[in-house]
């Protein structure tokens, strides 16, 4: 059984910088795509970063391009997300979440149909 367990939210001021973990276990994570989605109170989940196991490639939407980044860690079966320069707009509940047998630009392009499994959220908020 897949568990994503994600860390490192908390309360941050606009302009200021997050970095969130999710610890992945119960696979071999290697044919795997895994990434980053958010919710905002009273819309819906949204597709934030993704990165292909094996290879380390990645994809962003636009919304986040140049600002987050990223990456995994093979040793620690560890994803991270480097959050930059966070904007209000930001403040989010923040999913790992992981795609069998898939790719970055895949998850990326599938939205919520492209996950398969899900940790339980972390929230970010970002004030002024």
């Known amino acids: 059984q897949v568990q994503l367990v994600e860390s490192g939210g908390g309360l941050v001021q606009a302009g200021g910088s997050l970095r969130l973990s999710c610890a992945a276990s119960g696979r071999t994570f290697s044919s795997y795509a895994m990434g980053w989605f958010r919710q905002a109170p009273g819309k819906e989940r949204e597709f934030v970063a993704a990165?292909?196991?094996?290879?380390?490639?990645?994809y962003y939407p636009d919304s986040v391009k140049g600002r987050f980044t990223i990456s995994r860690d093979n040793a620690k079966n560890t994803v991270y997300l480097q959050m930059n320069s966070l904007k209000l707009e930001d403040t989010a509940v923040y999913y790992c979440?992981?795609?069998?047998?898939?790719?970055?630009?895949?998850?990326?392009?599938?939205?919520?149909?492209?996950?398969?499994?899900w940790g339980q959220g972390t929230q970010v908020t970002v004030f002024s």
């Open positions: 979440a992981a795609a069998r047998f898939s790719a970055a630009q895949t998850m990326g392009v599938r939205g919520l149909r492209g996950a398969d499994y």
């Open positions: 990165v292909t196991w094996s290879t380390g490639s990645t």
